[in-house]
């Protein structure tokens, strides 16, 4: 019987439908035990996995009968899919099934930030009754920056146009750039230039890692807002805190980090008076997402197999 090999959480629906038809070997804490999972991977025919768990090369060479590996989410970042390429495995990414959840943060923390929701609840909850010392704005008519403009940039800018946003997007990887409406695509040297608020959707790379740095910062004409809910090292955390103090941004999102969790160094450089949001690397984590990503790799899971 084929055997699937589940290191991370998994709904119970998801769980049963794989249980039916395959021999599943599930513990959601096995991502904490790299060497437990290079010693059990020789057994298996599919792995599913979600961030946390590290695919790494050494795990794939011990991998004798290995033919699929489910991502339970999108980012691809802690799996070595050049090695699995190269080993014929196939990589499923549960593509679009959280890009709802992640446009909703998206959308809800340009609001927030605009209108400096955090400045006026610190302020507040400090007993400042800050009314008329912060200067909030609106949202309409404002430019919003893309950067990647794959399967969530591309929802992002559907649901901000209907919040009276401008789009510029910049994605040199992008073929049908004229099929999309309601978006200019851009350099990025011109989203620096034009952005109110600049929010990233691109995946972690050699290429992109530490794309937004200093000099990057030091390009924004505008006082842009920055949304990071791609992956952490895209930005250059020292940097981006940096051009807040200096005035460069007016704000900043972020959900995911260089380090998860945030490491202390990090921690030390934020005050309740910065216009910021952070979170746990939750955008893409609701409910909603968390079934449909469930059951998105279950089905693939099944169909694979079916289909070999
Ligand atoms: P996607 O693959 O559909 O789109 C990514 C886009 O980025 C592509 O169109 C690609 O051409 C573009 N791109 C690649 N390199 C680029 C570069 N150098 N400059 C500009 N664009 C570039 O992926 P997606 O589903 O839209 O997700 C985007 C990223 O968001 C994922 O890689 C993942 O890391 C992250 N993500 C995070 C969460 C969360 O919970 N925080 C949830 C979902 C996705």
């Known amino acids: 019987m084929t ?29 904490g035990q790299p060497e437990e999972i290079t010693k059990l991977i020789k057994e298996f025919d599919g792995l599913i996995v979600r961030n946390k768990t590290k695919v790494t090369k050494d795990i794939i060479d011990h991998a004798h009968t290995l033919k699929f590996v ?27 099934m959280n890009a709802d959840s992640v446009v909703e943060y998206v959308a ?40 990647g403009y794959g399967s969530i940039g591309k929802k992002v800018s559907k ?18 750039q004229n099929n999309e409406q309601d978006v200019k695509f851009v350099k990025l040297d011109e ?5 109110n608020i600049i929010s990233l959707h691109l995946p972690l790379t050699d ?3 530490n794309l937004i740095n200093k000099v990057s910062f030091s390009k924004m004409k505008q006082q842009p807002i920055i949304i990071n809910t791609s992956r952490g090292s895209v930005i250059n955390e020292d940097d981006l805190i940096e051009a807040y103090n200096n005035n460069l941004i007016s704000g900043f999102a972020l959900d995911v980090f260089e380090n998860e969790p945030i490491k202390q160094e990090f921690y030390n450089k934020i005050n309740d008076n910065m216009n910021c949001i ?31």
């Open 3 to 31: 055997k699937i090999l589940i290191t991370e959480f998994i709904n119970t629906n998801s769980l049963q439908t794989l249980k039916q038809s395959f021999e599943v070997h599930y513990n959601e804490k096995l991502w």
């Open 159 to 176: 649901y901000c146009s209907n919040l009276g946003l401008n789009i510029v997007a910049y994605d040199p990887y992008l073929k049908d």
């Open 70 to 96: 489910g991502r339970l989410g999108v980012g691809l970042d802690n799996i070595d899919t050049e090695h699995c390429k190269n080993k014929g495995i196939h990589v499923q990414p549960a593509t679009g």
């Open 191 to 195: 989203i620096y230039n034009v952005s």
């Open 278 to 308: 952070l979170t746990p690397h939750i955008s893409g984590v609701t409910t909603q997402s968390n079934e449909r990503v469930c059951n998105f790799i279950a089905d693939k899971t099944l169909e694979f197999f079916k289909n070999r």
């Open 207 to 209: 290429e992109t890692r």
């Open 108 to 147: 809800s923390s340009a609001l927030s930030l605009i209108k400096k929701i955090p400045l006026f609840n610190n302020g507040t909850i400090k007993g400042e009754w800050p009314r008329t010392t912060i200067k909030s704005e609106e949202i309409s008519g404002k430019t919003l920056g893309l950067i």
